[in-house]
């Protein structure tokens, strides 16, 4: 249908076909009511009073992803997709605004619910899944054949939101993140084109994509390199006991213990069938008072026996270095009841919600990417302060707070030998997810949950890299680009100027087009030039020669 002109609601609710996939309005707006609140409501409820988009357009196919941008461009709206909705700072809704945020500079949400067919070919054991899709759905598929990707385990997030900034789980030393798995994707760029990136065709698109997504196109499908699925693994949990460490010297000195004896595993032998995470959390004890859980945790991709030689080095280290107060918790498994073990709600996949997400949390969290281990005394007086942290913000008092930190590198992962995409650190060693929620909404808290996480990262080294999907709402915005893609930035903001120079995608954190005005000195130097070509010409014009009048 054209495009017409008129405010922003106008256009598109004149100019877009009803939604019939799914029995929904194609076009909701704040004038919407009930039906708006349901549709708008962000993840991290949190952050619901800063949130504001100008509308919310489910769209379903090429040419109504078109048409919407068609209409964002001609009221200069941001367009920002939104795939599984989990954004951590809702930039999947436009992100935070002000009161005083003008109305367009309010997004326009393209909700991607509709896009979410998968397909498998047996021949090339590709899959071609929707952005729409969640990764617990896309899980559940590729199970019934006996593949597997490297997704995270969280199965109502969107395979758009998650493979477009990277996307790692129990099986990424072994098979890298899910972005490395990526063979092609299917967009709408800016202008409206619709194209499919890949090594072959738009090849520089392809890879800002694989990390900077949104900020570049709407990504609708992506054709994935499944593997085998492991035949079976074996879930385990190492902990210190007492599982509920109370503060002290000793225990302090204990888990530091086991946090570099992890550490130094991971980097050096780890097997690459092994994925294994950082845990710390609040904890119960058999007295009924909380303490601290201390543990490392994951996945190994093969037999109980063969988990038991992998991990081997570890124990034995700790052993001789005193460490025998631990327990090794370990049972066999396939890799979709592991996930289904490590996940959130999986009936979430079955009521998802007729407009959003079925699945809200009040809660922040921040990231950390290290590259190195940390300093002696900075891991010190983190761990000192998270053990002495539980007695007071628990679940008894309706907080609750952990950090889960995978080690996703080291000398036999997988991700090191991939570093052709927009995602920067290939370095990394550990990606810190720092995270605190209140757990009843309803009830009053005092507790401010920005100053929780601030409080427990206070004693480690300043952050010098993030992970992107776990958006931090309070990054300093003069800095955010050098923390998720480092060097990559300069080449990142010159596609991003190739395919979107208005910034029609572009969210708060988002890649930023480069801006080629006029240099000062330059248009002095061709005023100057100028002038003193004018001045040449006119010195040097012909003279005319006056003629003496007769007598």
């Known amino acids: 249908m054209p495009v017409t002109s008129g405010n922003v609601l106008e256009c598109l609710q004149s100019s877009l076909l009803p939604n019939t996939a799914h029995g929904d309005p194609t076009v909701v707006s704040p004038d919407d009511g009930r039906v708006w609140r349901d549709a708008s409501m962000p993840y991290n409820t949190r952050l619901t009073g800063s949130i504001s988009p100008a509308a919310i357009v489910y769209v379903n196919t090429t040419q109504s992803i078109r048409t919407a941008l068609k209409c964002a461009q001609l009221h200069h709206h941001p367009v920002t997709p939104r795939s599984g909705g989990h954004s951590y700072a809702a930039y999947s809704l436009g992100g935070p605004v002000s009161p005083r945020t003008r109305a367009d500079e309010r997004a326009i ?26 990764v617990g759905e896309l899980a559940e598929f590729l199970d019934k054949r006996g593949r597997v990707l490297p997704t995270g385990a969280c199965p109502t997030v969107g395979v758009g939101g998650q493979a477009l900034a990277g996307g790692f789980g129990l099986l990424t030393r072994e098979r890298g993140l899910l972005l490395d798995n990526i063979l092609s ?14 090594p072959e065709t738009h090849a520089d698109l392809f890879w800002g994509l694989r990390g900077a997504g949104a900020s570049l196109a709407v990504a609708h499908s992506f054709t994935f390199q499944t593997h085998p699925a492991p035949p079976q693994v074996t879930y385990f949990e190492l902990s210190l006991l007492p599982r509920a460490l109370t503060p002290g010297a000793e225990s302090t000195f204990r888990a530091v213990r086991l946090f570099q004896a992890f550490h130094k595993f991971g980097s050096e032998s780890a097997d690459s069938r092994l994925g294994l995470s950082w845990h710390v959390t609040p904890e119960r004890g058999k007295d009924n008072t909380w303490g601290t859980k201390v543990e490392v945790l994951g996945q190994f991709s093969g037999a109980e026996n063969e988990f038991l030689a992998a991990i081997a080095p570890l124990t034995s280290v700790l052993n001789k270095r005193g460490e025998t107060a631990f327990t090794l918790d370990h049972r066999s498994l396939s890799h979709f009841d592991s996930l289904h073990n490590l996940g959130g709600n999986w009936t979430r996949l079955k009521d998802r919600g007729p407009m959003n997400i079925n699945e809200h949390v009040h809660f922040y969290a921040k990231s950390m990417i290290t ?85 427990m990262v206070f004693d480690l080294p ?62 002095l130097v061709v005023v100057v030039c100028f002038v003193v070509f004018v001045f040449r010409l006119w010195w040097t014009r012909p003279k005319r020669t006056r003629r003496s009048r007769p007598d």
């Open 462 to 523: 300043p952050i010098q890299a993030v992970y992107p999907a776990y958006i931090d709402s309070e990054l300093v915005h003069t800095d955010y680009a050098r923390l998720i893609w480092g060097d990559l930035y300069p080449r990142l903001r010159e596609i991003k100027t190739l395919y979107d120079l208005d910034d029609l995608f572009r969210y708060p954190q988002s890649v930023k087009p480069i801006i080629r005005g006029f240099n000062v000195k330059w248009v």
């Open 109 to 134: 949400v393209l909700d991607m619910r509709s896009c979410k067919s998968i397909a498998y070919d047996s021949y090339s054991q590709t899959v071609v899944a929707g952005s729409g899709v969640l």
């Open 371 to 455: 590259k190195r281990t940390l300093p002696m005394s900075s891991l010190s007086a983190h761990l000192a302060r998270l053990l002495a942290l539980s007695a007071v913000h628990n679940p008894s008092s309706n907080t609750e707070w952990f950090i889960l930190a995978p080690f996703l590198g080291g000398a036999n992962s997988a991700i090191k030998a991939q570093n052709d995409s927009a995602f920067a650190h290939r370095d990394l060693q550990m990606v810190w997810e720092i995270y605190a929620k209140r757990i009843d909404e309803e009830e009053e808290s005092t507790v401010n949950l920005i100053d929780l996480v601030q409080n």
């Open 185 to 198: 994707i299917d967009v709408v760029l800016a202008s409206g084109k619709a194209v499919t990136a890949s």
